[in-house]
C-alpha cells in the first residue's frame, strides 16, 4: 500500500480503496449514480436536495501528483466529523488523475454510514449539537510535496469518533427497525413519504444512514502549505431555492407565472365538452 511520511505537520489522510475513475471534473453530488444539476446564483453553487435520497460525493484529482482533499458534510469533516482548519484535518488521498467516490461518513477503517438528504433538526450535525454549518458541502484541495527518500511503516489510524446511542436517523440492525419510529425519514425508508412536498420552512441537512463496507488505510503525507483549490457547494430543498431566486417556482403553483405564459391560441379545432 501507499507509504508516506509527513515532514512539516503530520495530517492524516485516508487512501481510499473502493475508487472508480471517471472524467468529472472537481467535486460532484451524486444521487442514484447521476451528478445533480448545480445552479450558480449571486457568487454561490447551489444544489437541489430531494428529502430523504441518499447521495455521493465524486472528487476527481486533475493532477498529475498525489493530493489529500479535506471534505466535509455540514461543517463536519467526512473522515472523523470533527470541525477543524483544512491544513490540519485528516483528507482523502488521491493518486494523479484519479477518481473516488465517497458514499458517507467514515466510522471505522472498514465501514462508513451513508449520506442522506434530511432535516436539520434530524440531521448527524444536530445529533452532535454542530449546527452552525448544515447544507453545505466543502473540498479544500493540497498537493504532496516531493516524495521523501524514505519512509516509515503505516501507523495504525486513531479510533474514529464514538456513535454515543442511537441518533434519531440511525437504523437499527435488529430486525431492521427505525430508532426513530415510522414516521422517522431514513436512508431505506418510505420513499414516498420522504419525496412529500417540502415545507417552506424545512431546510436541508445531512443524516448518518446505513451501513456500508468501505475499507480505508491511513498513510502520512508531506503536503503543501498552501491548497491549490477550494469547492463549496451549498444545497437546499426546492421551496428555499425558489424563495432564493435560484430557480423558477413551477407555472402551475404561481398564478403570476403562469399568466405571464398565457398565449391566446392552441391548436383544437372545436371546444371540448364537458
Partial sequence: MRIALMLNLLVMGIANMAYCHSNAPGLEVLVGGSPVPKYFHN???????????????????PLGVRIAVALAVDGLNTIDARHTEARHSRKWVLDPYETIVISGWQTNSWQARRFFFTTEEQ????????????????AVFFREK??????????????????????????KDEG???????DQVNSEGNVEKAARADA????AAT????????EVQSIYLDLEDRPFAMVNLRY???????RLG???????KDPIIRREHARGFRDNAYCPEP
Fill in 43 to 61: 457568487g454561490t453553487t447551489y444544489l437541489e436536495a430531494v428529502k430523504g435520497k441518499e447521495y455521493e460525493i465524486r472528487i476527481t484529482n
Fill in 123 to 138: 440531521s448527524y450535525g444536530a445529533w452532535l449539537n454542530q449546527t452552525k454549518n448544515l447544507g453545505i458541502i466543502s
Fill in 146 to 171: 516531493a516524495p521523501a527518500a524514505y519512509s516509515m511503516p503505516i501507523l495504525p489510524p486513531p479510533p474514529p469518533m464514538p456513535l454515543k446511542g442511537a441518533s434519531p436517523q440511525i437504523r
Fill in 176 to 182: 431492521g427497525a427505525n430508532a426513530a419510529g415510522a
Fill in 200 to 203: 417552506p420552512s424545512e431546510y
Fill in 207 to 214: 443524516g448518518i444512514g446505513d451501513r456500508i463496507g468501505h
Fill in 236 to 242: 437546499e430543498f426546492r421551496p428555499v431555492l425558489v
Fill in 246 to 252: 435560484v430557480i423558477p417556482p413551477l407555472i402551475s
